[in-house]
Nanobody, 115 residues
Framework: QVQLVESGGGLVQAGGSLRLSCVAF????????MAWYRQAPGKQRELVGT???????TYVDSVKGRFTISRDNSKNTVYLQMIMLKPEDTAVYYC?????????WGQGTLVTVSS
């Protein structure tokens, strides 16, 4: 059973930056494709981007050029660096496995972007 612990969220003004972290337990992290998701108030959870074991990344169009996903296999951790944040980025952010489908969700970390 994979356990995921997200952190790093907070309140930031539009145009600001945040770096989220997610530690994964209970999986062979280095071989997993990991993903970041987000769920805005009143909306369904959506995929933000992925990072493969090869470190190749993909992003949804709305965050391209602003968000960067990275990973540190020695720490079983995946990161989401966010810059030029917009109010529409306000959401609870989650990480999860992607290549084997999402497992149990962590508590997420709330990002609030004020205008």
């Amino acid at each position: 059973q994979v356990q995921l612990v997200e952190s790093g969220g907070g309140l930031v003004q539009a145009g600001g930056s945040l770096r989220l972290s997610c530690v994964a337990f209970g999986t062979v992290f280095r071989i997993r494709t990991m993903a970041w998701y987000r769920q805005a108030p009143g909306k369904q959870r959506e995929l933000v981007g992925t990072i493969a074991s090869s470190f190749m990344t993909t992003y949804v169009d709305s965050v391209k050029g602003r968000f960067t996903i990275s990973r540190d296999n020695s720490k079983n951790t995946v990161y989401l660096q966010m810059i030029m944040l917009k109010p529409e980025d306000t959401a609870v952010y989650y990480c999860n496995t992607y290549d084997i489908g999402p497992g149990a969700w962590g508590q997420g970390t709330l990002v609030t972007v004020s205008s």
